[in-house]
Nanobody
Framework: QVQLVESGAGAVQPGGSLRLSCTASGSIASINVMGWYRQAPGKERELVADTTNGGSANYAASVKGRFTVSRDNAKNTVYLQMNSLKPEDTAVYYC???????????????WGQGTQVTVSS
C-alpha cells in the first residue's frame, strides 16, 4: 500500500506565503508525476501544478509566476511554494502521485488526505 502525507496547511493574509510538503511512503517501486490539486467550496478539483521525475513542471495559468512546484526524488517528496497568495487561492489542497508499487503492475494515482489553505484579511 502507498500513503501520501501532506503538511504545511495554514491561514495567511493576502500577499503572504506558504509552503506545502507531501511525502509518499509504502510499497513504492517508482514514482512518475507528483503534484498538487485544489478544490474550493462548490467547485471542482483542479490541477495547481505537477512535476515529473525528470524535473519538468506544469502550472495552472492562475498560479503561474506565483507558485513553484519542486520535488526531492530521494525522499519521495513534492513541495509547493506559494507566494503572493490571493483570497481566490483558498481551497483544500491535495497531493497526488502516480506510483508503481513494488507488487508490480501499472502506475496508479494516489491522493493525500487534503490540507486547508485559507487566504483572508
Amino acid at each position: 500500500q502507498v500513503q501520501l502525507v501532506e503538511s504545511g496547511a495554514g491561514a495567511v493574509q493576502p500577499g503572504g506565503s506558504l509552503r506545502l510538503s507531501c511525502t509518499a511512503s509504502g510499497s513504492i517501486a517508482s514514482i512518475n508525476v507528483m503534484g498538487w490539486y485544489r478544490q474550493a467550496p462548490g467547485k471542482e478539483r483542479e490541477l495547481v501544478a505537477d512535476t515529473t521525475n525528470g524535473g519538468s513542471a506544469n502550472y495552472a495559468a492562475s498560479v503561474k509566476g506565483r507558485f513553484t512546484v519542486s520535488r526531492d526524488n530521494a525522499k519521495n517528496t513534492v513541495y509547493l511554494q506559494m507566494n503572493s497568495l490571493k483570497p481566490e487561492d483558498t481551497a483544500v489542497y491535495y497531493c497526488s502521485a502516480a506510483v508503481q508499487s513494488t507488487l508490480g503492475g501499472y502506475f496508479r494515482r494516489y491522493w493525500g488526505q487534503g490540507t486547508q489553505v485559507t487566504v483572508s484579511s
